[in-house]
């Protein structure tokens, strides 16, 4: 089987850690590159904990640094939910600096992509900033993106605003730019968190996969969300989903534009499923996920990850 050459821009982050850790060890993916960006918590946390995530799993895929705060807004934080590292709730050994690149994220893409016999998919489960910036340095590259996976937005409520979501509210002028690039995107809406929820019975069940289970089940039980489930919503997990079992999903195409005006819905994810602006799509957005068939789906996911 061809392996997928694979770019992450992520934010770990508790929920990162486990698609970060699906994707470093499916059959189906060649992970190439793992880019650090400002999100959860500040970049310098969230880059030591991509370099301690991969100490941990002993993978060697180069880490690189991306931006140290959003476009244009102020940064935001999410350490009440993540904890004051990013990743709480494990004792990881001290990080490999020998995996981390030099230089920023949005270079380091493009080599990877420069190199790339065949196209790239891209992984955003964090703000969109880099990819933003990856975009308008480097548009030429953009024939050569296979497709953009992106955890965020929301259909209808938000979890950092009333209609905005974490991801797409960091960055909405990041999130725009990356929308409107024209590459193939599928996205992870907060909808699939809350119906895919993990239940205590699946946590119990990670719990006993290995080291590896051990550790995200350490995690996962320090992941201070408010969902709208009774379990665990573990959003960033949904697109790795999307990556290596689509057919998990129903998709919906919509045209997708992000409020970067309005002072009550800035970063609102605005999702037009109905053509009312008479825009083409620009994105299929998942709608529907059954929450037995993905809590089976991550249970063999994470046993591959040992
Ligand atoms: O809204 C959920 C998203 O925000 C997830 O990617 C989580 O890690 C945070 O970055
Ligand atoms: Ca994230």
Redesign the pocket.
């Known amino acids: 089987m061809t392996k997928k050459p694979l770019i992450i821009s ?7 850690a486990v ?1 970060i850790t699906i994707a470093l060890f499916a059959q189906e993916l060649d992970v190439k590159l793992i880019a650090a960006t400002w ?2 918590v500040t970049l310098e946390k969230t880059l030591q904990n991509a370099l301690k995530l991969e100490t941990f799993l002993q993978t060697k895929i180069p880490v690189v640094a991306g931006a140290t705060r959003p476009l244009l807004r102020a940064a935001i934080d ?1 350490s009440s ?2 904890g004051k590292s990013g990743m709480a709730g494990y004792d990881f050994p001290e990080a490999d600096e020998s995996l981390l690149l030099p230089g920023l994220a949005a270079s380091a893409i493009h080599e990877v992509v420069a190199k790339s016999s065949t196209k790239v998919t891209l992984m955003q ?3 969109a900033t880099d990819f933003a910036l990856y975009f308008r340095q480097y548009p030429d590259d953009l024939a050569k993106i296979e497709e953009l996976v992106i ?2 937005g ?1 259909i209808g409520r ?3 605003g009333p209609y905005s ?4 509210a ?1 960055d909405p002028e990041a999130a725009q730019i990356v929308f409107d690039g024209g590459v193939p995107i599928k996205v992870a809406p ?1 909808e699939l ?1 809350h119906q895919a929820f993990i239940t205590q019975e699946t946590l119990q069940k990670i719990k006993v996969l290995g080291k590896t289970g051990d550790m995200l089940y350490h995690i996962l039980t320090n992941l201070h ?1 408010e969902t709208e489930s009774d379990g665990r ?1 573990i ?2 997990a949904l ?1 790795a989903g999307m990556l290596l079992n689509p057919k998990m999903y129903t998709f919906k195409p919509a045209y997708i534009v992000v409020d970067t005006k309005s002072p009550h819905a800035y970063g609102a994810s605005i999702m037009d499923f109905n053509n009312f602006f008479g825009k083409p799509a620009n994105a299929q957005v998942g709608v529907k996920v059954d929450q037995k068939v993905f809590s089976d789906w991550i249970i063999q996911a994470i046993k591959q990850a040992n």
């Open positions: 992520t934010d770990p982050g508790i929920d990162d698609a999100g959860n999410a939910v993540h489960i964090g703000p955890m965020g929301a938000g979890n950092w979501e974490y991801n797409v960091g907060l968190g969300d919503e959003y960033d697109a």
